[in-house]
């Protein structure tokens, strides 16, 4: 029915730094896609829904981070008001590229009038581009976590149109030493990251691959001890586990992109996507000529743009990214219960 035009990251999403050559005389707009882009993006990753979203400031984009700076308070005579304060800002400028990432898709004029024949063309083509807009949301899901860019402006990397990952960005690291109990672990992480005179640190979540998460949940189930955890909300209508720590209640957010092994105790505050125009893929329509062999073949083109960028404020502070010793990055799930191959084409349980 349809041919895919680009492999990348998933099967059909690539980054690319000439995506402007996409976007010329011959590309309409369709902005009768727009609602159904907002309404997929709400049944995306949790960690893109909750970090908020603003326009670049250009390309690059620059943006603002707290410094650490001593306290410059002091008691003095009230009479004699000047005392030689120091009135130095305690913030930097930064900079971050933004990157473009495009999917896109082509209707042969044959398949389109077959199925439109068949009254079938309307769904089919909904249907396919619903398809392109997902697969670009789950390789941005899958970026945040798994962008290979060194640093946000690595400009000569092997991988530099891709994002620079969340766990690139945070330098502050600890290490949970294998078979130790999870949940103690992030409770002594938590309050190490607080821990700080420099900086006022206020963790709002923690992120955790679903197979962690399950590890975690079977030692609390063997333990007499066990940790209370309480019902947070993260998303409107979505409630999951969380539990008490020095900054209050957390939410374990299980995200399967975030790789295993690797828990992150996050300020979201301090996490932003900068963006240009929208964003939300923009859907182009480019007409009848083909963009590569400039054949005239009347096939109907759909090109999805989008340009960001994924900032960490506070990477060195704000955050934390805790290691499990021993963990591993395998996708399988062994315990004493049951063993799950990473196909899942192989269960074996106890007691069967």
Not at 17 to 45: H, N, S
Not at 106 to 118: A, K, L, N, P, S
Not at 211 to 220: G, I, V
Request: charged residues 25%.
């Amino acid at each position: 029915m349809s041919k895919r035009l680009f492999d990348g990251i998933t099967k059909q999403m690539s980054f690319a730094a000439a995506t402007a050559d996409y976007i010329g005389t011959g590309a309409i707009e369709v902005p009768v896609f727009e609602q159904q882009i907002m309404d997929m993006t709400r049944k995306r990753g949790t960690l893109l829904q909750r970090v908020k979203a603003k326009p670049a400031t250009g390309h690059p984009t620059r943006y603002f981070e707290k410094v650490a700076h001593e306290n410059k308070s002091a008691f003095i005579n009230p009479r004699s008001i000047d005392h030689g304060l120091n009135t130095e800002i305690d913030r930097v400028e930064r900079a971050a590229l933004v990157k473009a990432m495009v999917d896109g898709i082509t209707f042969t004029m044959f398949d389109h009038e077959v199925t439109q024949q068949q009254g079938l063309f309307g769904d089919i083509q909904a249907q396919d581009l619903q398809e392109v807009v997902s697969d670009m949301l789950d390789a941005q899901d899958r970026a945040v976590w798994n962008g290979r860019a060194t640093s946000l402006m690595d400009d000569e990397s092997e991988h530099k149109y891709e994002y620079c990952s969340v766990l690139t960005q945070v330098t502050k690291t600890g290490t949970i030493a294998a078979n130790a109990r999870l949940t103690k672990a992030i409770i002594q992480g938590v309050a190490a990251l607080m821990y700080n005179k420099s900086y006022k640190v206020n963790p709002t979540a923690i992120y955790m691959n679903p197979l962690d998460k399950a590890t975690m949940d079977t030692q609390e189930l063997d333990e007499k001890d066990k940790v209370k955890t309480y019902d947070v909300e993260v998303l409107p209508g979505i409630k999951i586990d969380g539990i008490m720590t020095a900054a209050g209640i957390l939410p374990i957010i299980t995200d399967v992109y975030c790789p295993k092994g690797k828990i992150l105790i996050t300020d979201e505050n301090l996490l932003e996507r900068q963006y240009v125009t929208t964003g939300i893929p923009r859907m182009f329509e480019m007409g009848n000529e083909s963009i590569k062999t400039q054949k005239h073949d009347l096939a109907t083109r759909y090109i999805a743009v989008l340009f960001d960028t994924f900032i960490v404020r506070g990477g060195s502070y704000g955050h934390m990214v805790l290691t499990i010793d021993g963990a591993g990055a395998g996708d399988s799930l062994t315990s004493d219960v049951v063993t799950v191959t990473a196909t899942g084409e192989s269960a074996t349980t106890a007691g069967a």
